[in-house]
């Protein structure tokens, strides 16, 4: 019963206004470069591309049943995670809505003119084309930004194709399998790094704090003398006799000169008594019985 309500929804998106729908719808992810819009779209190219292989080339309900699942909980990842910072992250676009129309607009004109006719087996042309402009749209992405949100938008978007392309060609080497994983882990790594960026001031209405910048004072160098290094105490030459010359001693002291010393200090009113000579402290030791 699955399989034939996906063989009937797969059926809508056969026809070439279908095709130019989604055509349109990945080009307006790059253009208008809006989250919702981005989500949105993502979501509905995956969905829309997997009911058409089920309808043409009779995907097994497993496989069809997984990459559902898959797309809509990496799409569901990043909803919640975009959700809970929408107010703190600002809207950032790379550039002007002009240049990227101008971009879109050259590679639709080269692609009418050039038609370089990408042919797979046991794939329509259609089909072949409609995956090539979608792995374009996938690189413009790429190459404009690096914002964690859009990149996952990006890398969802190159594994469209990749799915599409190994549900026909490889149905029982479990390819699709591993890219619907693949998809849950860009959807978990992606909010992940939505929620981890680092909080705008401005975007949340902050007022800003700025330190004052410091203040260069100019202020005039003295000059001071230079110090000349001290130099080293030289002690007072004692003379030496000279070789061969005589050692001059001085002549000994009289005693009466030594007495007549010893009486001008007795004499003087502030003095301290005089020592007793030789003849007097004699005289005193005998008198001491």
């Known amino acids: 019963m699955l399989e034939s309500i996906f063989a009937t929804l797969g059926s809508l998106f056969a026809s070439g206004p279908a095709l130019l729908l989604l055509a349109a719808l990945a080009a307006l992810i790059p253009l208008l470069w809006n989250w919702r819009a981005a989500l949105g779209a993502l979501v509905a190219l995956h969905v829309a591309v997997t009911l058409l292989l089920a309808y043409l080339h009779g995907t097994p309900i497993l496989l069809t049943l997984s990459q559902l699942v898959a797309i809509l909980v990496a799409g569901s990842l990043l909803l919640l995670a975009q959700w809970t910072r929408r107010g703190e992250l600002p809207a950032r676009q790379p550039t002007g809505w002009l240049v990227r129309l101008l971009a879109i607009a050259f590679v639709v004109l080269a692609w009418w003119f050039i038609d370089p006719g990408i042919g ?55 390819m699709p399998a591993l890219l619907g994983i693949a998809e849950v882990l860009i959807g978990l790594a992606g909010g992940y790094l939505i929620l981890v960026q680092p909080r705008q001031e401005a975007a949340c209405g902050a007022r800003r704090i700025v330190a004052p910048l410091p203040q260069v004072r100019t202020t005039r160098t003295q000059r001071w003398p230079a110090l000349r290094p001290p ?10 006799p000279a070789a061969g010359s005589q050692l001059r001693l001085a002549p000994p002291v009289p005693p009466s000169a030594e007495k007549a010393a010893v009486e001008a200090a007795a004499a003087r009113p502030n003095a301290l008594p005089a020592a007793p000579t030789g003849a007097e402290r004699a005289s005193m030791e005998q008198s001491t019985p």
């Open 231 to 240: 130099r080293p105490a030289v002690a007072a030459a004692t003379p030496q």
């Open 120 to 174: 797979l087996p046991m794939m329509s042309q259609p089909e072949v084309d409609i995956l090539v402009w979608i792995a374009i749209c996938a690189l413009f992405v790429t190459t404009l930004t690096a914002d964690p949100f859009f990149s996952a938008v990006a890398l969802l978007l190159w594994l469209l194709p990749a799915y599409a392309i190994s549900t026909v060609l490889l149905p029982t080497s479990g």
